[in-house]
T-cell receptor, first 113, second 116 residues
Framework: EAGVAQSPRYKIIEKRQSVAFWCNPI?????LYWYQQILGQGPKLLIQ????????DSQLPKDRFSAERLKGVDSTLKIQPAKLEDSAVYLC???????????FGNGTRLTVT | RKEVEQDPGPFNVPEGATVAFNCTYS??????FFWYRQDCRKEPKLLMS???SGNEDGRFTAQLNRASQYISLLIRDSKLSDSATYLC?????????????????FGTGTQLKVEL
């Protein structure tokens, strides 16, 4: 089966600019997650979707981050405006059901200068 | 207290050694647990689920201690290729969430370096 696809792999932007990441989960996986992983730390959940509905976005900095999964398949995560502390790897993961084990994409490495 | 805690290490061990990591969790209602492996600059990948009765996969053994609220990972006969970061993941019941009310929460990871 095809894995979770993410793009771009790398992105370098200046602070206050905007950036968007894209994720296409494994076919049939209803649950989609966006995680932020800062160097030396474990992944931190930003948002969890079940189909096209938001299950948990309690740790999403909503003043600058937004995410959508309009048709319940692929998803985009946007940061506007970016801050230096947003430099991290953004990981998308999918699962056939909530609480099931996660299949991760390769991640997008964001550097904010 | 953090929801999921791990000793960040690094654990430096010689090849062939046995090494064990623990991971503590704060929510006694947590029902499912996993160990993930993450290589440098790669995405995490599932190593094994942790069952109540404990489970073994080759050189790897995972155990759950509900009374003390921790899970463990034991690696026997360490190989150079086992060098990685091992992430503990706990499924934390979160009332009020739709779609099942579960939140998969990662620990910070424990770094293992196996040396010649």
């Amino acid at each position: 089966e095809a894995g979770v696809a993410q793009s771009p792999r790398y992105k370098i932007i200046e602070k206050r600019q905007s950036v968007a990441f894209w994720c296409n989960p494994i076919s049939g996986h209803a649950t989609l997650y966006w995680y932020q992983q800062i160097l030396g730390q474990g992944p931190k959940l930003l948002i969890q979707f079940q189909n096209n509905g938001v299950v948990d976005d309690s740790q999403l900095p909503k003043d600058r981050f937004s995410a959508e999964r309009l048709k319940g398949v692929d998803s985009t995560l946007k940061i506007q405006p970016a801050k230096l502390e947003d430099s991290a790897v953004y990981l998308c993961a999918s699962s056939p059901r909530p609480g099931g084990h996660l299949h991760f994409g390769n991640g997008t490495r964001l550097t904010v200068t | 207290r953090k929801e999921v805690e791990q000793d960040p290490g690094p654990f430096n061990v010689p090849e062939g050694a046995t090494v064990a990591f623990n991971c503590t969790y704060s929510n006694s209602a947590s029902q499912s647990f996993f160990w993930y492996r993450q290589d440098c600059r790669k995405e995490p990948k599932l190593l094994m689920s942790v069952y109540s009765s404990g489970n073994e996969d080759g050189r790897f053994t995972a155990q759950l201690n509900r009374a003390s609220q921790y899970i463990s990972l034991l690696i026997r006969d360490s190989k150079l290729s086992d060098s990685a970061t091992y992430l503990c993941v706990v499924n934390i019941p979160t009332p009020g969430l739709t779609g099942g009310g579960n939140k998969l929460t990662f620990g910070t990871g424990t770094q293992l370096k196996v040396e010649l």
